[in-house]
């Protein structure tokens, strides 16, 4: 009885009724489903690390004008700072710090850097959910700029 069981299995086997074909694929999807998951984490981060770097850019550049919209140099320093924490906590961005600083007279300038931490969502294994991201921007003090010391 098991003989005639078993030869019926070869019959069908080499008659190519396509029983074997149904386990190759099987075993192709079962390999590539996992490698698309990490294709498409590794987008996704790779897309918040991009989405971070333009953030710490907006940060910093919302400092120098509002510096130079000032004459007296503590203030300006202050105002950059100020806007440069507010532009941060719009964009959503967590754990920054900034500096701001230069040669304040004409012919001078302005400098500005911002560091914050990134959350990439944790969507890729093995990647760190938090980056540190830092930017810096600088701008010239024109003669039409009124500074005082």
């Known amino acids: 009885m098991i003989a005639k069981v078993v030869r019926r299995l070869r019959a069908r086997r080499h008659k190519g009724d396509g029983s074997g074909e149904a386990g190759e694929a099987v075993i192709e999807i079962v390999l590539a489903v996992p490698v698309f998951i990490l294709f498409v984490g590794a987008v996704i981060y790779l897309g918040a690390l991009a989405l971070g770097a333009q953030q710490m850019d907006g940060v910093v550049q919302q400092g120098p004008p509002a510096a130079l919209a000032y004459g007296n140099r503590d203030q300006a320093y202050n105002a950059a700072a100020?806007?440069?924490?507010?532009?941060?906590?719009?964009?959503?961005?967590?754990?920054?710090?900034?500096?701001?600083?230069?040669?304040?007279?004409?012919?001078?300038?302005?400098?500005?850097?911002?560091?914050?931490?990134?959350?990439?969502?944790?969507?890729?294994?093995?990647?760190?959910?938090?980056?540190?991201?830092?930017?810096?921007?600088?701008?010239?003090?024109?003669?039409?700029?009124?500074?005082?010391?």
């Open 82 to 149: 100020q806007a440069m924490f507010q532009q941060a906590n719009q964009s959503g961005l967590k754990s920054c710090s900034v500096f701001v600083g230069g040669n304040w007279s004409p012919g001078g300038n302005v400098s500005t850097a911002a560091t914050c931490r990134i959350d990439t969502g944790g969507v890729l294994p093995g990647a760190p959910r938090y980056i540190t991201i830092s930017r810096s921007s600088e701008s010239p003090i024109t003669p039409f700029h009124a500074t005082t010391p």
